[in-house]
């Protein structure tokens, strides 16, 4: 994979947006020695939600998919204004919350969204490990939450 991770997000055509500002009590991220947690990142555009809802029900897996991408990139701002740049870190652990209606079972490719927009954007350093979790509700009623846990370093 060829140039910056700057570079490969502008192919994609896409940009970083601003850290989305907390919805209540807690920060963005905090850092721990070489590592940083993040807050669970929803997919906000602009400071609202473009869907909301159950996946199963309100959504597609396709459409949930794309709400993780976009969770995904308020993640990359969060590691960029956490670091310094997107070169700085890699993404150790990923967590995908995805509001489930009953019955719903395809949490894991909801997840794939943000997984394979980390490893497009960042390379070897966006390869993690993860969980996907199906939950009833998200605050806002957004169709997806992730969260990571990033590191010092870029492998």
Known sequence: ???????????????????PTPAAAYRPWVRSGELVLTAGQLPLVDGGLARTGQLGAALTTA????????????????GAEAFGTLEAFRVVKLVVFVASAEGFTEQHLVANGASELL?????????????????????????????????????
């Open 1 to 19: 994979m060829s140039g910056s991770a700057i570079d490969r997000l502008s192919e994609l055509g896409l940009q970083l947006p601003p850290v």
């Open 63 to 78: 459409e949930g998919a794309a709400e993780a991408r976009t969770a995904a990139l308020n993640l990359l701002a969060v």
């Open 119 to 155: 490893g497009a954007v960042l390379g070897d350093a966006g390869v993690h490990a993860r969980s996907a979790v199906g939950v009833a509700a998200l605050p806002l009623d957004a169709p997806v939450e992730v969260e990571a846990i990033l590191a010092s370093g870029s492998s």
